[in-house]
Nanobody, 123 residues
Framework: QVQLVESGGGLVQPGGSLRLSCAVSGFTLEYYAIGWFRQAPGKGREGVSFISSADGSTQYADSVKGRFTISRDNAKNAVYLQMNSLQPGDTAVYYC????????????????WGQGTQVTVSS
């Protein structure tokens, strides 16, 4: 059974940091690309960061470039999103999603999704 489980969310002050984790099971992470998406209240889901499988190439939304870093540890079946310099505009539910091999910015391209973890940036 395929599962993706996000963790690491919480309440943080502006300028603070959080590290999200996406633990996967039921498939071999080595052959899958992972995307992080987020959905703010009243808004649609948007792509944040992506990492492909074979070469580990990464992509970022313009809004998070230079602040967020995606990484993967295939041996631990986990993908991480290090978020620094967090801003109130980063407040959202964060989801990880998986698809075969190559990352895509399109939400519809992903086959498996986690349940999400809440990130709230507020003073």
């Amino acid at each position: 059974q395929v599962q993706l489980v996000e963790s690491g969310g919480g309440l943080v002050q502006p300028g603070g940091s959080l590290r999200l984790s996406c633990a996967v099971s039921g498939f071999t992470l080595e052959y899958y690309a992972i995307g992080w998406f987020r959905q703010a209240p009243g808004k649609g889901r948007e792509g944040v960061s992506f990492i492909s499988s074979a070469d580990g190439s990464t992509q970022y939304a313009d809004s998070v470039k230079g602040r967020f870093t995606i990484s993967r540890d295939n041996a631990k079946n986990a993908v991480y999103l290090q978020m620094n310099s967090l801003q109130p505009g980063d407040t959202a539910v964060y989801y990880c999603a998986a698809r075969r091999l190559i990352a895509s910015l399109r939400e519809s391209a992903y086959d498996y999704w986690g349940q999400g973890t809440q990130v709230t940036v507020s003073s």
